[in-house]
């Protein structure tokens, strides 16, 4: 796995993105060296939110290519000490696996999981349904367990050094 940040991070902060990043990977792909994960934070993303995936390889069933967008609001609660940045990473990691693992797939008007389309009329997301899509269902499912995950594991290595 090569991690690329766009931005020059504090070292604490930038060590935290990757092992977050390591750590979901690592859980759910077999085998990720092949894989790159770009992390842009940004004081404008082109859609509504906070955070988007972007499989930079899509029309490959197993996207190799990933960058992960942030919004600077996002990120600055960073500084304030919270933990709505993490959880957030964490999310759109399992938005990797699951495009790495070919369960999602984009689509023009279309999102495919797991072998069933689901429409998108204008090719975006429909808001009022966007908690009940599955790939959503899943990752708000497992995003706290598995930052807490993280958490007691990096903690460990910190008391341990
Ligand atoms: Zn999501």
Same mark, same amino acid.
């Given at each position: 796995m090569q991690i690329i940040q766009y931005q020059d991070l504090d070292s604490n902060v930038s060590d935290k993105i990757q092992s977050i990043i390591n750590f979901v990977s690592n859980k759910y792909i077999?085998?990720?060296?092949e894989m790159t994960v770009s992390v842009d934070i940004r *004081?404008?993303?082109?859609?509504?939110?906070?955070a988007v995936v972007d499989?930079?390889?899509? *029309?490959?069933?197993?996207?190799l290519n990933f960058e992960l967008e942030f919004s600077d609001a996002l990120f600055s609660t960073v500084e304030l000490g919270g933990d709505q940045f993490w959880l957030t990473l964490v999310h759109e990691m399992v938005h990797i696996k699951q495009f790495a693992l070919n369960e999602l797939r984009n689509f023009p008007k279309s999102i495919r999981w797991n072998g069933k389309f689901y429409r998108m009329p204008?090719?975006?997301?429909?808001l009022a349904k966007y908690l009940d899509y599955p790939w959503e269902v899943e990752a708000y499912s497992v995003e706290k367990n598995l930052y807490n995950e993280w958490k007691t594991s990096y903690t460990a290595l910190d008391t341990a050094t």
């Open positions: 077999f085998d990720s060296t *004081d404008n993303l082109d859609f509504d939110g906070h499989p930079c390889d899509e *029309d490959d069933d197993y996207p204008n090719g975006k997301i429909d």
